[in-house]
């Protein structure tokens, strides 16, 4: 059982950024549910907790709300993303970019500078600086620094050799200290990874409705089974 709980994510809030002495961050994502999941540390505290309710009418909404440890419940929010349907633009409702609630389409928050079918994001982080999560091959989705070309995250698998999951094969994402808050991060990993997965569905369904052999898919195209 791991060491905190959901309600105990009140308690303590983690940095916004992660100091430049400190070594990386590791979360474990438990389970591998970028919807549904607590973002856990080595020593087996929930860090971040994301959940997603069901559209509460047909064609409406689902909701996923990202949370992180803190002093209050309501300073536990971290931002709220709005999956609208039929047409509609996917919003987020965050006060993370500069104190302010804001209310952003993903599209612009995000911005795809590949075509269509290109599965990398562009984001501005808090620092001014611009960024990119970019799916590598063999590795998962990592981010990394457009200025200095530093890579600042990735979401890997991983056989984990100390602390609460030792010995565990585990999906995780490693931060490396920067000046990026720590939030955004978390915050966009949760957007690109979640779509990638829809995009690996949808792609699925259409090959099993055209193939007879459905167990032939592109794993390997969208970065791998996850």
């Not at 474990?28 to 069901?54: A, M």
């Not at 987020?92 to 599209?107: E, M, T, W, Y």
């Not at 070309?149 to 698998?157: L, S, Y």
């Amino acid at each position: 059982m791991l060491a905190s709980t959901s309600h105990q994510l009140s308690y303590l809030a983690p940095p916004s950024a992660v100091p430049l002495e400190d070594p990386r961050l590791s979360l474990y994502l438990v389970p591998n549910d970028p919807e549904r999941t607590t973002l856990v540390s080595p020593t087996g505290e929930g860090i971040y907790q994301v959940t997603t309710s069901k559209p509460r009418t047909l064609g409406g909404p689902a909701v996923t709300v990202l949370k992180r440890r803190a002093h209050s419940t309501g300073d536990s929010v971290v931002a709220e993303i709005e999956w609208r349907r039929w047409g509609a633009h996917p919003v987020v409702r965050s006060s993370i970019f500069d104190g302010v609630l804001q209310k952003l389409k993903i599209h612009d928050l995000l911005h795809n500078k590949g075509g269509r079918f290109s599965l990398t994001r562009y984001f501005l982080g808090n620092d001014d600086i611009m960024y990119r999560w970019k799916l590598v091959q063999g590795i998962g989705y990592v981010l990394t620094n457009r200025r200095s070309g530093k890579e600042v995250a990735r979401f890997t698998q991983e056989v984990v050799t100390d602390g609460f999951f030792r010995g565990e094969r585990k999906w995780l994402l490693s931060i490396e200290p920067g000046t990026l808050n720590v939030d955004i991060i978390i915050l966009t990993f949760i957007i690109v990874e979640k779509r990638r997965r829809d995009r690996v569905t949808d792609y699925m369904a259409i090959t099993r409705e055209d193939d007879e052999d459905p167990d032939e898919g592109p794993g390997a195209e969208f970065g791998g089974e996850v």
